[in-house]
Every structure is written in C-alpha cells, then in structure tokens.
C-alpha cells in the first residue's frame, strides 16, 4: 500500500505556536483510506462550527489546506475515499467526515462514547458533533484487541491497517498503524505533539529533533489524562527505534516526508 503525508489544516493561534494537522491518505485494495481527517471544507468555511476551542487556535481558511483538496491533488475524487480511521475524534482531526459522507469511520468505543455522551465540560468543547453528523457507518472497537507488535494490541479494521488503543490525549485515543510498501507508518495522532519526545529524526538529514518547548506546552494544556504522556512517549520511542518503523505526530511538521 502506497502511503501519502498530506496536510489538512494549519492552526494559528493567538498564544503558542502554528502547527500542521498531518493525515495519512491510504491506497488500499478496498479504496482511499484517510488516517485522521484534519479540517473540513465546512469548518474552513464558517469556523463558528469549531466553537470557542476553534476560536483560539484560528485555523487557516485557505481551502487548499484539507484532506479533500489533498485527495482532488492526487487526481482522485471524495467518492474514492472508502474510509477514515482516527485516532481520535478533536475537531482538528475528524472535521474532514463532512467531505467524505459515504466512507465508513472507524474508532475506537470508548473515544465515540467521550464524544457522543460526554459529561465533562472540556470534552464538550473539544468534540464537534456537527462534523461526523452526516457519517452513517460509524464502526467502534471495543476493548484492546489482538497482539500486534512491541507489546502493544489493536484491532486490524482493514487489511493491514491496524488501530491500538493508546490513551492520555483522550479517553479513547488511539494510534493507527499502516502496513506501507515501504513499511510500517504509525501515526500517532495526539499520543505526542514534539516529535522529539520520542527521539524522532529529521527525515531529510537523519539528525536527531531538537526539543519544540511551544508544542510540548501545546500537548501538555490539550491532554486529558496527563499521568499518561510520559509512558506513551516511551511506547512511541520503542516503536520508532524499530527500523521496520516510521512514527509521525498530527502536529510536528518536522517530520512531514521531503516528498509524498
């Protein structure tokens, strides 16, 4: 399976630093498969869909910054993107469902109840029904699932696509793990927003990541359950020590590919 590193939004708020939201586009045997969603047209559009939450991270408007405009550049069409999988459900990463009405959704159960029943005031902020409103065929997985690898287990939701729970960011986040021609990409949602937490390197020199303190703050003010951060940074740095291995955050675009 071919993998693209595409980029679906830019926040700029106010207070800290730009960053990108990095999504995975997927040729798979069954059709597009989307990792993350990143912004929707709609959000771009009127951002007033984003709530309070949006207002402060003020994302970029340009149209030509969405996993639609990224799918449309690749000489294919929304009808082509069969499903999306997300690591979790923050409007940042699942606005893009409005594009692609048709795909089947996968997530995780405990991450669709936090954002479906939520009874905590943050997480109603950070959840925006009206982005997967028009999503019919939402699939959840329960529990932690099968083996996979480095002690970690998940549920295969598509051949060779794998979704390990991982939690902190929020209550139901996961990790998604794509078995690439190149091979395996994991893309680590919101499990770390400086990639060099989990000893990252550049991907153009080889070089090892510097220490980003703005995305580190970032991670820290967003993360639900924060006890959790410093063991899924370990979880993440055994995963990138494999050379079989690629780990990519949603936020650092430090480790966007050269070429996609």
Known sequence: MRVHHVVAGHVRPRVGVAAVCHVLVVEHPEGLVLVDAGFGTADLVDPTRLGPVGRL??????????????????????????HVVLTHLDFDHAGGLSDFPHAVVHTTAEEWAAATVATHAPERLRYRPIQWATSDDVRRYDGEGDEWRHGLRGHEVLPGITLLPLRGHTRGHAVVAVEGEDGVVVHAGDAAFDASSYGARDPRTGEPLGKAPALRAMELAACRQPWRLRP???????LAADPEITVVTAHDDRVLPAAT
Request: aromatic share 0%.
């Open 232 to 238: 899924n940074h370990q979880v993440l740095r055994r």
């Open 57 to 82: 991270l003020r994302p970029d408007p340009d149209p030509s910054t969405s996993a639609l405009a990224a799918v449309l550049a690749l000489g294919r069409s929304a009808e082509d993107v069969r």
